[in-house]
């Protein structure tokens, strides 16, 4: 870490960019698991509900 930046709107800028990047990646993330979640649960919960009528 001997370099340092000649000037602070690039490293904020670059910093903003790897932010951003970071956001859309983890919120793709969290949304293929949301995915998966509601359709294993979705088939399961019909099943348990129908079945804890029943009972």
Do not use: H, I, W
């Not at 979640?37 to 979705?42: I, L, T």
């Amino acid at each position: 870490m001997t370099k340092k930046p000649s000037s602070g709107k690039s490293t904020q800028t670059a910093r903003d960019d790897r932010l951003k990047a970071a956001l859309k990646a983890n919120m793709a993330k969290r949304k293929a698991q949301a995915r998966a979640r509601s359709g294993d649960n979705s088939g399961e919960s019909k099943d348990n509900k129908s079945t804890s009528k029943g009972s």
